[in-house]
């Protein structure tokens, strides 16, 4: 399953989705019973059995060496293990089945998920890039947050230190475990990656699994370089995403086949149809067990049973950086907020933002991306207002919306 210091005669390490394949074709030999070996312990056992699941056949057990021979207690810590595999990690997914009109049923939905994620002033505890740190915080405190951390600052502002507060050195995965606390949501944008950030990133990400908290995997510029392929792969072995958001680029190196080289951090020009784009959405949710999102001029959206097509937005938010970063945020608002439907709550929160872009690009003070920005964070705050007084006008008619058959 993963490294691990008792074999060293490994080829290689298969994660979750080499057994998941593995079970996938076997799954006709129902006289098969199959056990995981490599790397398991008591924070991740449950996420392996449940991420290696394929349809029709799951792991029987797991094996385990250190983890019960150096445990203190080994009676104890076995017994732990056999009251892990039998129950499922508190993260667990359970899509629904589309609806005949799943589409216009969500709809119906929204403008009461938004209220409540208005209400909650959700926690978000993001490790983002720097290129984007101011513009996505304010667009989370226009549309939400009460509470904003911003981890990829390194030091607390000029003023605290004036006044005598002690700096808080946020991108330090140690401190993640307290953060965890908040009944918050993680989000991990791997932007501005330095040699750092990965076992940052896993610490916290960690931390939040622990508690079955949100965590939201943003994989920046996926395709751009080895080292940033290598990133993927570590981080989704290293723990369980609720949401991976991206570009058609980023998705594509996430799925791990046909990847190109991203030039940048730009989707670069799309190779899919719509209904390829669908069906790698829907196929990464399936593998993954979590909800996906591929960003663009149309938007796809699936936790692995349902896939929604959002039509929504503006070209002027393909102009400016970070309104894709942004939306790693806002999701994480909306799931911390809404738990229950995980595939609605990111809904809402991509139809409130990309409708505050269509607001703010139809004023007529709007000329092109910079008189764009402040228009569309006036226009967040807007829907805000009016979602906590209980006016939904501003979404009758609005969502350009449809289910996707793949
Ligand atoms: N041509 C377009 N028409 C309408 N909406 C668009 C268009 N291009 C992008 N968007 C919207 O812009 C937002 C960001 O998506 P995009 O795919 O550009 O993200 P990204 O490449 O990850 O951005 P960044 O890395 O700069 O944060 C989404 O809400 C998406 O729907
Ligand atoms: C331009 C850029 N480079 C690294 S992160 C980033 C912001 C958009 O994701």
Same mark, same amino acid.
């Given at each position: 399953?993963?490294?691990?210091?008792?074999?060293?005669?490994?080829?290689?390490?298969?994660?979750?989705?080499?057994?998941?394949?593995?079970?996938?074709?076997?799954?006709?030999?129902?006289?098969?019973?199959?056990?995981?070996?490599?790397?398991?312990?008591?924070?991740?056992?449950?996420?392996?059995?449940?991420?290696?699941?394929?349809?029709?056949?799951?792991?029987?057990?797991?094996?385990?060496?250190?983890?019960?021979?150096?445990?203190?207690?080994? #009676?104890? @810590?076995?017994?732990?293990?056999?009251?892990?595999?039998?129950?499922?990690?508190?993260?667990?997914?359970?899509?629904?089945?589309?609806?005949?009109?799943?589409?216009?049923?969500?709809?119906?939905?929204?403008?009461?998920?938004?209220?409540?994620?208005?209400?909650?002033?959700?926690?978000?505890?993001?490790?983002?890039?720097?290129?984007?740190?101011?513009?996505?915080?304010?667009?989370?405190? @226009?549309?939400?947050?009460?509470?904003?951390?911003?981890?990829?600052?390194?030091?607390?502002?000029?003023?605290?230190?004036?006044?005598?507060?002690?700096?808080?050195?946020?991108?330090?995965?140690?401190?993640?475990?307290?953060?965890?606390?908040?009944?918050?949501?993680?989000?991990?944008?791997? =932007?501005?990656?330095?040699?750092?950030?990965?076992?940052?990133?896993? #610490?916290?990400?960690?931390?939040?699994?622990?508690?079955?908290?949100?965590?939201?995997?943003?994989?920046?510029?996926?395709?751009?370089?080895?080292?940033?392929?290598?990133?993927?792969?570590?981080?989704?072995?290293? =723990?369980?995403?609720?949401?991976? #958001?991206?570009?058609?680029?980023?998705?594509?190196?996430?799925?791990?086949?046909?990847?190109?080289?991203?030039?940048?951090?730009?989707?670069?020009?799309?190779?899919?149809?719509?209904?390829? #784009?669908?069906?790698?959405? %829907?196929?990464?949710?399936?593998?993954?067990?979590?909800?996906?999102?591929?960003?663009?001029?149309?938007?796809?959206? @699936?936790?692995?049973?349902?896939?929604?097509?959002?039509?929504?937005?503006?070209?002027?938010?393909?102009?400016?950086?970070?309104?894709?970063?942004?939306?790693?945020?806002?999701?994480?608002?909306?799931?911390?907020?809404? %738990?229950?439907?995980?595939?609605?709550?990111?809904?809402?929160?991509?139809?409130?933002?990309?409708?505050?872009?269509?607001?703010?690009?139809?004023?007529?003070?709007?000329?092109?991306?910079?008189?764009?920005?402040?228009?569309?964070?006036?226009?967040?705050?807007?829907?805000?207002?009016?979602?906590?007084?209980?006016?939904?006008?501003?979404?009758?008619?609005?969502?350009?919306?449809?289910?996707?058959?793949?």
């Amino acid at each position: 399953m993963f490294a691990t210091p008792t074999k060293t005669n490994t080829k290689s390490v298969i994660g979750t989705v080499g057994t998941q394949a593995i079970l996938s074709a076997i799954s006709d030999a129902t006289n098969v019973a199959t056990v995981s070996i490599g790397g398991i312990n008591h924070s991740n056992v449950q996420r392996v059995m449940y991420q290696s699941q394929s349809p029709n056949k799951s792991l029987d057990g797991v094996a385990i060496v250190s983890a019960i021979m150096a445990a203190d207690d080994p #009676k104890a @810590s076995t017994e732990e293990f056999a009251k892990l595999i039998k129950s499922p990690p508190a993260f667990a997914l359970n899509p629904r089945s589309a609806r005949v009109n799943e589409a216009e049923a969500l709809i119906e939905e929204v403008p009461e998920i938004v209220r409540k994620m208005v209400e909650a002033h959700p926690f978000v505890h993001n490790m983002i890039n720097f290129v984007v740190v101011n513009f996505v915080a304010n667009v989370a405190l @226009s549309m939400c947050v009460f509470h904003y951390y911003l981890c990829v600052i390194a030091r607390f502002f000029a003023n605290h230190r004036r006044s005598g507060a002690s700096p808080i050195m946020a991108p330090y995965g140690e401190e993640a475990p307290d953060l965890a606390r908040l009944d918050g949501s993680l989000l991990i944008n791997m =932007g501005t990656l330095n040699g750092d950030s990965v076992s940052n990133y896993l #610490k916290a990400l960690q931390a939040y699994n622990a508690r079955g908290a949100p965590v939201v995997y943003d994989p920046v510029g996926a395709a751009a370089t080895e080292i940033r392929r290598n990133a993927v792969s570590t981080l989704l072995a290293g =723990g369980y995403f609720d949401l991976v #958001k991206g570009n058609e680029g980023e998705i594509r190196q996430v799925w791990g086949s046909n990847a190109e080289q991203q030039r940048g951090v730009d989707s670069g020009p799309s190779t899919l149809n719509g209904q390829q #784009k669908a069906r790698l959405a %829907r196929d990464l949710a399936r593998r993954e067990r979590n909800v996906v999102l591929m960003t663009g001029a149309v938007d796809y959206l @699936s936790d692995g049973e349902r896939v929604i097509a959002v039509e929504n937005g503006h070209h002027y938010l393909g102009q400016v950086t970070g309104t894709g970063c942004a939306i790693g945020t806002i999701s994480g608002c909306f799931l911390t907020a809404h %738990r229950s439907d995980k595939l609605l709550a990111v809904l809402s929160g991509i139809l409130m933002y990309e409708i505050a872009a269509e607001n703010a690009a139809s004023k007529e003070y709007v000329r092109g991306p910079g008189s764009f920005v402040p228009a569309f964070l006036d226009e967040l705050y807007a829907i805000r207002t009016a979602a906590a007084k209980g006016d939904d006008s501003w979404f009758v008619g609005r969502a350009r919306v449809h289910d996707v058959k793949v």
